[in-house]
């Protein structure tokens, strides 16, 4: 934990040379920061999910991965790999299995039960594309 807090500040540009009575308090990282960091430090392995609205899974899709499409949403950004979501509240194991069954990597019936094919899509919401 001293390591990640060193490192942090250190983004910040803290360190123990730093005049702490210029800093100002947006000057100092907050906790999202930390969980920021702690989160680029685990390794994901998920599939890039290229597109995925509201008509994307079937009914037994939506109730098959509940778990994960309730997951909280602690932010968006812009990553490597284009737009990112940082989400918690979801085992990483299900969210890996989540990416890769909507590329298509799980076997063709699970896929047909889960998946609407686009012709079944409704248009009911808004569509995430990447």
Known sequence: ?????????TKYGITDHTDYNRLRSADYPI???????VDVDEE????????LNQGTLSVAG????????SAKVEGIFEGC???????SGCDPQ?????????????????????VNKHDQEQDIGPVLSM
């Open 1 to 9: 934990m001293k390591l990640l807090l060193s490192t942090l500040y």
């Open 31 to 37: 906790m999202s920061d930390l969980y920021d960091l």
């Open 44 to 51: 994901h392995d998920l599939a890039t999910i290229v597109e």
């Open 62 to 69: 939506r109730s098959a991965w509940r778990d994960v499409l």
């Open 81 to 87: 790999y284009g737009t990112q979501i940082a989400v």
């Open 94 to 114: 299900r969210l890996a299995d989540f990416s890769f069954m909507l590329a298509g990597h799980c076997n063709a019936e699970d896929y047909d039960t889960w």
